[in-house]
């Protein structure tokens, strides 16, 4: 299974192959994905941290 990082990194990759192709709207979109999905990860690791020092401090 590819960890976050990876996907992001390949769909990042994959936008600027859709550039060079001339595939703008492509590239757009798949840019918009990776950000997506990074924010989501961000996210999923505040809520964790947070969890973990709720449980430290009780």
């Not at 600027?16 to 996210?43: K, M, P, V, Y």
Request: negative net charge; proline residues 0%; glycine residues 6%.
């Amino acid at each position: 299974m590819l960890g976050i990082e990876d996907l992001i990194k390949r769909t990042q990759s994959a936008a600027n192959a859709a550039r060079l192709e001339g595939f703008e709207n492509t590239a757009l979109s798949l840019a918009e994905i990776a950000r997506d999905i990074q924010a989501a990860w961000i996210d999923q690791e505040i809520s964790r941290h947070k969890n973990d020092i709720s449980d430290i401090v009780g």
